[in-house]
Nanobody, 127 residues
């Protein structure tokens, strides 16, 4: 069982930055790939970024490449999403998710592969 709690969301002007954090419980955190997803009002939840348990595999959706960086600290059971050059279209509820990979160094981009989810943190980017 893994519990996830996101933090770091807020209101920021276009061009600004935010760093989202996700704190995970459970001693087997390092056996999970971790992902960030987001859901804007009236839209379906979409994949943003994912990181393998080693941190060696990273994957981003095209719209955030070069602006967002996902990272993790297995010793602290934390995963982060550094978001730079934010745009109004980045406005959404951001979710952290855990995908049990049993130490396989791979990542999934489909939400249906993820086993545990946080409650989300709101990011609002004003123009």
């Amino acid at each position: 069982q893994v519990q996830l709690v996101e933090s770091g969301g807020g209101l920021v002007q276009a061009g600004g930055s935010l760093r989202l954090s996700c704190a995970a419980s459970g001693r087997t955190f390092s056996s999970y790939a971790m992902g960030w997803f987001r859901q804007a009002p009236g839209k379906e939840r979409e994949f943003v970024a994912a990181i393998s348990w080693t941190g060696g595999r990273l994957y981003y959706t095209d719209s955030v490449k070069g602006r967002f960086t996902i990272s993790r600290d297995n010793a602290k059971n934390m995963v982060y999403l550094q978001m730079n050059s934010l745009k109004p279209e980045d406005t959404a509820l951001y979710y952290c998710a855990a995908d049990f990979m049993d130490y396989s160094d791979y990542v999934h981009t489909s939400e249906y592969d993820y086993d545990y989810w946080g409650q989300g943190t709101q990011v609002t980017v004003s123009s």
